[in-house]
């Protein structure tokens, strides 16, 4: 246990996240139409009223209601008359002496706001605009100033990060950091709660840097929470010290899902057999929907895409946090409950948290993988979503990508000419060099080997790979299981109808299997169904589970 942990609050080794203790009620605050700054005291108070036990629940959106029909009867929750502006002086007034103090952020330098947020965490403090703790020095608040971030004035927020780096990172717990676009309020009360340093710095730039000096202070294994202002480098950088990042920056009232036990199973049902005989002539499709991995996307985009009518109308793959198990059961044995018999739910990229597996330390892999297994089971999930970015040292050499190409589309059309095999081979090979560079493509062999061996055990059927490529590619790791190359990244109807058509056209072989790789943000199962419906008579559509089965299934009739 770290030093700085809150008593009371779960940390134990076999979990990314805490679990708070389970709340006798709940105050819900409803904080729609509220000024920002009322949102970020709001937040970061909750986080002091909410440790270890949850007490308040705070409404951040429409999503935030609707979820509430969630918790499980024994946890009654009331909602208070304090609302909007008013609702951070209800707050106080409703538990009055929570907050030991305030710490005032620099309006005129934004980043001030998450370094105001760590301090508040570590002191029992919330966080005010000046104008602010002018009014909560009154009675009946008579709070005192901790901490006046405006005599700082610094210059960038790398000078601002830095100092924060050296005064509070000793007092910051050891198994979280967050990247926090500072006007954000939401994560804030997990923050402040579990006393986690916050920080918003660019990647891309001379901050990388900085970045690294505070992701070596933490131990292997620590979670980055938040996000980041670039994504791929970004995980670069946390995937070099074995850091699993778990996208939550917009994710509302954490510290209270993480303590609610839901009433029913939170593991999808097992999936049936796939067809026994599989039909030569035709052209297998599955479409998985992206960015699963993502908390806030669960709590927030995939709640409103599960309401789509056209859901559960056709076979559909719902990549999905194994983390979920541990972040937000309820929410977890919501979407199992409510599925269809054709939803199928995968694990999302890269498994326990996003990460690259090519830049993972490879002596902390196995530990990754264990936690992996373990979340995968805990929601049966058998198919995962892998994404990765290859060095350039190595195996992403001009060489390595053009016999990789090759490979990838020999095990495609096993039987044919050679003729044949070129014909397919040379229109395809400039695409498939961009697409290893760009696309997320986990295509290190060893790297798949050790994937589907860790996994096996597990349940481990197939795994999904890449963001999208425009043809297939497949490899097989332990045990014959498959590893298939994502179509996409598909972003609207006419361009996925693209996709599939050009592939179905390039590669000849029948029978075909393609899994074409959705963008949530763009596309929903309405979109979706429109594209089946102008795909021709070739096409069946299955479960991404039931089309890696399927191709199992091939290869071992191929080497029987």
Not at 226 to 249: C, H, K, Q, R, Y
Request: aromatic letters at 8%.
């Amino acid at each position: 246990m770290s030093s700085h942990d809150i008593p009371g609050i779960n940390w134990s080794a076999d979990r990314t996240l805490p679990a708070f203790q389970t709340p006798h009620s709940l105050t819900v605050f409803d904080l729609r139409g509220a000024s920002q700054k009322v949102q970020l005291g709001a937040a970061t108070l909750a986080g002091l009223i909410n440790r270890p036990q949850p007490k308040v629940y705070l409404v951040f959106s429409d999503d935030d209601n609707s979820w509430l029909k969630e918790l499980p009867s024994s946890i009654p929750h009331e909602t208070s008359t304090s609302s909007g502006d008013d609702a951070l002086e209800g707050m106080l007034l409703a538990f009055p002496g929570t907050p030991k103090g305030m710490v005032i952020y620099d309006q005129d330098f934004t980043d001030s706001i998450n370094i105001a947020t760590t301090i508040a965490g570590q002191n029992d403090c919330i966080i005010v605009s000046p104008d602010q703790a002018q009014d909560l020095q009154q009675p009946p608040f008579n709070l005192q100033v901790h901490t006046d971030l405006r005599t700082h004035q610094w210059s960038d927020r790398s000078q601002a990060y830095d100092w924060a780096r050296q005064n509070l990172l000793n007092g910051a717990t050891a198994h979280a950091v967050a990247g926090l676009e500072p006007q954000y309020a939401a994560l804030r009360s997990f923050l402040v709660a579990n006393r986690i340093f916050v920080y918003w710095l660019d990647s891309r730039s001379s901050e990388q840097s900085l970045m690294q000096q505070i992701f070596s202070t933490f131990p292997p294994g620590a979670v980055h929470l938040g996000w980041f202002i670039d994504e791929s480098s970004g995980v670069m950088l946390t995937s070099n010290v074995a850091m699993p990042v778990l996208a939550t920056d917009l994710f509302n009232n954490l510290e209270v899902w993480t303590s609610i036990q839901p009433t029913t199973p939170i593991a999808q049902p097992k999936r049936a057999a796939p067809p026994s005989s599989i039909n030569a002539s035709r052209i297998y499709l599955s479409f998985t929907i992206s960015d699963g991995d993502n908390l806030q996307y669960i709590q927030h985009r995939m709640f409103q895409r599960w309401q789509d009518p056209a859901r559960g109308s056709f076979p559909l793959g719902w990549t999905t946090a194994p983390a979920l198990s541990q972040a937000a059961p309820a929410m977890a044995a919501y979407y199992i409950h409510t599925a269809k018999p054709t939803d199928e739910f995968i694990a999302g990229p890269s498994g326990a948290g996003y990460m690259y597996p090519s830049q993972w330390p490879q002596e902390h892999l196995p530990a990754f993988l264990q936690r992996t297994g373990e979340m995968m089971r805990s929601m049966n999930l058998t198919t995962l979503q892998v994404l990765d970015i290859g060095s350039r040292a190595d195996d992403t050499s001009l060489l390595a990508m053009l016999k990789e190409a090759v490979s990838s589309l020999l095990g495609l059309v096993q039987g044919a000419s050679i003729l044949e095999v070129l014909q397919q081979i040379i229109p395809t090979l400039a695409v498939n060099i961009h697409d290893v560079r760009n696309n997320q493509l986990f295509s290190n062999p060893a790297l798949q080997t050790h994937f589907t061996q860790a996994l096996s055990s597990c349940g481990l059927l197939g795994i999904l790979s890449g963001a999208g490529i425009k043809v297939p590619g497949l490899a097989y790791g332990n045990g014959g299981i498959p590893v298939y190359y994502n179509l996409g990244l598909a972003n609207g109807v006419q361009s996925t109808l693209d996709i599939v058509r050009n592939a179905a056209l390039v590669v000849k072989q029948r029978p075909l299997f393609l899994n074409v790789y959705i963008l949530t943000w763009s596309m929903s199962p309405s979109d979706i169904k429109q594209v089946i419906e102008q795909l021709g008579y070739e096409y069946e559509v299955v479960t991404p589970g039931t089309l890696l089965a399927m191709i199992a299934q091939q290869h071992a009739q191929g080497h029987a």
